[in-house]
Each structure stands twice: as structure tokens, then as C-alpha cells.
């Protein structure tokens, strides 16, 4: 990941450290990851190259090495013997799996104490709930793997229920309401009640809508 893109008002922190500059130069940076809503795997490249291309940055890495930790990452994500695939020869889920499997890698220069960030932007939209329940197992899966905390972005009720410890609702590009998943699922504010049920409950103020 490139960089986060600076506030234009207040403060960003990640785990404590207040983010002044761009992530590309930071001598230290965060360990932030994103998996994509798509998987957004490069078609030209093998999926070996795809979870492992971070890696090849690093010259002091031996390729065998690199594989080694390629293979490990895809078959924690249940996959086996397609490093030498193409994209476009794998599943949609397929392809979905390997996206994690590269959230999974750390670059090599990073600290090894840094706790890492995962961001999930949309991982369930559009999927039946079959799908689902496997994507939200695999979000947990990758985030204990990983050690790390996970930002989920979401519209998928159960997503949000099976994955989040912590809720924050966000509605007309302002913060609406947060709290713990069980106050969420217990709360009666008009804003948590709407996402939950899809409809308003009690009045609610012209502005906030």
C-alpha cells in the first residue's frame, strides 16, 4: 500500500502514532493492508507473483525463499498447487482467497513488533450467504493469522455481526452512532435500528437525513 491520504482536518492515528506524512516517508511505517472489495489480482502475473510481488522488492530475499512463503499464505487460505496459475484460470472464490493470502504477507523491512492494520472494504458485497459466512470466516481467520486489527467496511448485517467487535455507523458522511456489537445489536437509536431493520424508528430531524 502506497500511503494513506493525509486529513484535511484533525488528527490520524494508527495504534498510538499520530500520521504526519505520507507512509512512503516514514522511516518507520505502519504495517497497513488492504484487501480489496475485488481481488484485484494482476493478470499477468502467476498467482505466485501476485501474493508474493511486496516481497520481491526486497533483493536479499532468495526466490525459493519468497515461494516458500507464498505457499504458506495461499494454503492458510485453503488453497494448494496453483502458484503457477493464472487469474483468470481461478474461481471468482478462488480469486477472492488469494486476496487474503496476500494480505497475509509482511513486508520484510517493516519492524516485526508493528501490529498490522487490515482494511476490508466491502469483502461480502454482492454475495449469497453461503459465500458470505465463508468470506467472514476467512476475514477472522486472516486476522488472527496476521495478529492484527481489522477496519471492515460493510453494509452486510451479518458481516458486521460475525466479524466486528466494535461498530461505527457513518450516514450522510458523518459519525451516527458507535459502540460495542452487543449494544449494536441491542440499541434502539433511529440510526442503528434503520440499519438493522431497514426501516426509520421514530422521528428523526430533517437535518439528519
Given amino acids: 500500500m502506497a500511503g494513506l491520504i493525509l486529513p484535511t482536518e484533525g488528527e490520524l ?3 498510538g502514532q499520530k500520521q504526519t506524512y505520507l507512509r512512503l516517508d516514514q522511516e518507520n511505517p505502519p504495517d497497513v493492508r488492504l484487501v480489496f472489495q475485488n481481488p484485484a489480482l494482476l493478470g499477468s502475473l502467476t498467482i505466485e507473483e501476485n501474493v508474493g510481488f511486496i516481497l520481491e522488492r526486497n533483493k536479499n530475499l532468495s526466490k525459493k525463499f519468497i515461494q516458500e512463503i507464498v505457499r504458506e499464505c495461499l494454503e492458510e487460505v485453503g488453497l494448494f498447487n496453483i502458484e503457477k496459475k ?3 484460470e481461478l474461481s471468482g472464490g478462488m480469486q477472492k ?3 487474503f493470502a496476500r494480505a497475509l ?3 520484510q523491512e517493516l519492524d516485526k ?3 498490522p492494520l487490515l482494511l476490508f472494504d466491502e469483502p461480502t458485497a454482492g454475495l ?3 459465500a458470505s459466512s465463508r468470506i467472514e470466516d476467512l476475514i477472522n481467520k486472516t486476522n488472527n493469522k496476521a495478529n492484527g486489527s481489522s477496519i471492515v467496511v460493510s453494509h452486510v448485517l451479518s458481516t458486521i455481526e460475525r ?3 466494535k461498530v461505527v455507523i457513518l450516514y450522510g458522511g458523518k459519525f451516527r452512532w458507535a459502540g460495542s456489537i452487543d449494544e449494536f445489536k441491542k440499541s434502539n437509536d433511529p440510526y442503528v435500528f434503520q440499519f438493522r431493520n431497514g426501516k426509520l424508528a421514530g ?3 430533517p437535518k439528519d437525513i
Fill in 86 to 88: 493464472l487469474p483468470n
Fill in 163 to 165: 466479524t466486528s467487535e
Fill in 128 to 130: 449469497d450467504p453461503i
Fill in 13 to 15: 492515528s494508527i495504534f
Fill in 203 to 205: 422521528p428523526m430531524q
Fill in 105 to 107: 504477507i509482511r513486508e
Fill in 113 to 115: 513488533k508493528n501490529q
Fill in 97 to 99: 482467497r488469494v486476496s
